[in-house]
């Protein structure tokens, strides 16, 4: 094949971008994931015994999950099918069902690699299971989502979930020494600006490839510095290491500048993190989770106006997006501050899990059927819109807890008129009591 390359001028592997160049060729090639296949991880065991059972691969762009299925399908002598969420259908699934289905009629297997199979629908997810379960496929999907909420609990059921991590910066430098075997010379940079490409990768190994191939493709004389290399790929040197100390302490002094109502000392810190080239959605994520951590009921709105902020700037994008984020910043650091309902709400969880399954009141069950009602559900229960102040004074709580008073609303903005009303409606439901021993 080469001799027909050669013949024509061309080159083998010409135009083939670096990170296909430098594709992982064996399972020991794959970097950054050595909890999964070094010998005494989960992937690395099934390997060992020849027993690869259907998992579903999360993490983040360029770790390597397509290499990996297919290494995989290697090292277990099956066949390797890969189809994508994004340009398949119905159609192509068949397909692919009915070619597995006659190539295991000859005694072989298939891995099937679906890529971003949280794009499919529920329906077309269903689909999977009886082939994976009749085993004529060993399903192998990758996600960048939570499977938790994107993949049909059906089909997660009956694949192991495994996490890939981001690549660090040593596992970028063996990519680096492998570009630089290909190429013949080391790259062009000095110590700085090769920090400086990993941190543009931010962990994805495929976009650090693809930068170091612009960088070795570059004719300068000089190798590159850190800001010579920011101007030449036209990128914004990161002020601050997004995953290491600086990045959490930043975020941690938004956090409680707004806590603590300095709604001057929070605007810094959302424009420090912005100008060091933090994602302006992972902050919107985390002034939501403060409208619910530091300020819940005391101003209700607080919520409302995060989310709107994180919709506005997925609408305007960036820069313009940015000025919804500082505009929750300073309604969050303007707030009444309360933390009741991120209190009341790990009681609730731990009570939960301290009492197991105790079964709902059953008055506050529906019967629809005679049997339902021979049981007493719904005895005793009361509208409470037709009760007087509308309240009937019923305990939602099972019959054996009785009442359990976990929110404690603070005298803070919005919550302090729910302190007067609660109270009453504790008392209330004191008074009308309903023990086990009742009925």
Not at 185 to 198: F, H, N, S, V
Not at 387 to 398: K, V
Request: hydrophobic share 45%; glycine share 8%; charged share 20%.
């Amino acid at each position: 094949m080469s001799d027909l390359f050669a013949a024509s001028g061309l080159e083998a592997g010409l135009n083939r971008p670096l990170a296909d160049v430098l594709r992982p060729t064996s399972l020991a090639d794959i970097v950054g994931q050595d909890h999964l296949l070094a010998p005494d991880g989960a992937i690395g065991r099934m390997v060992a015994q020849k027993r690869l059972s259907s998992m579903i691969l999360w993490g983040p762009p360029g770790v390597g999950k397509t290499s990996l299925a297919r290494l995989l399908a290697d090292a277990s002598d099956l066949a390797f099918t890969s189809i994508s969420a994004v340009f398949s259908g119905v159609a192509d699934l068949r397909k692919a069902f009915e070619a597995a289905a006659q190539l295991r009629a000859t005694g072989r297997g298939t891995l099937l690699f679906v890529d971003e199979i949280h794009r499919f629908n529920r329906a077309q997810q269903d689909g999977f299971l009886p082939y994976v379960e009749a085993g004529t496929v060993t399903l192998v999907g990758a996600t960048t989502e939570n499977p938790s909420f994107e993949i049909n609990g059906a089909l997660l059921s009956r694949a192991r979930v495994f996490v890939l991590k981001r690549l660090e910066d040593a596992d970028l430098e063996t990519l680096l020494a492998r570009a630089e075997a290909h190429y013949g010379r080391p790259a062009p940079l000095d110590a700085p600006a090769r920090q400086t490409l990993m941190d543009f990768a931010d962990g994805d190994g495929r976009h650090f490839l693809t930068l170091l191939e612009e960088v070795f493709q570059a004719a300068f004389e000089q190798p590159f510095d850190r800001v010579g290399l920011s101007q030449f790929l036209q990128r914004r040197a990161p002020a601050y290491d997004k995953n290491k100390d600086e990045h959490y302490n930043l975020i941690s002094a938004l956090h409680k500048s707004v806590r603590a109502s300095d709604p001057d000392a929070a605007l810094y810190w959302l424009a420090r993190m912005l100008h060091g080239g933090e994602n302006p959605l992972f902050i919107a994520r985390r002034l939501v989770r403060m409208a619910s951590e530091d300020i819940g009921l005391a101003d209700p709105t607080a919520l409302r106006v995060t989310i709107a902020a994180r919709d506005a700037f997925e609408f305007l994008g960036s820069p313009e997006g940015e000025l919804a984020l500082a505009q929750a910043t300073l309604h969050l650091a303007c707030a009444p501050k309360s933390n009741a309902a991120y209190v009341a709400f790990k009681k609730a969880q731990a009570l939960a899990a301290q009492t197991g399954s105790e079964p709902p009141p059953a008055r506050f069950l529906n019967a629809p059927t005679a049997l339902m009602k021979q049981q007493g559900y719904g005895v005793g229960y009361v509208y409470d819109p037709d009760a007087p102040g509308g309240i009937s004074g019923l305990s939602g709580f099972p019959d054996r807890m009785g009442p359990q008073d976990l929110y404690q609303p603070t005298d803070h903005g919005a919550e302090a008129r729910i302190v007067e009303k609660l109270e009453g409606w504790r008392a209330l439901r004191l008074q009308t009591l309903i023990r086990p021993e009742d009925g």
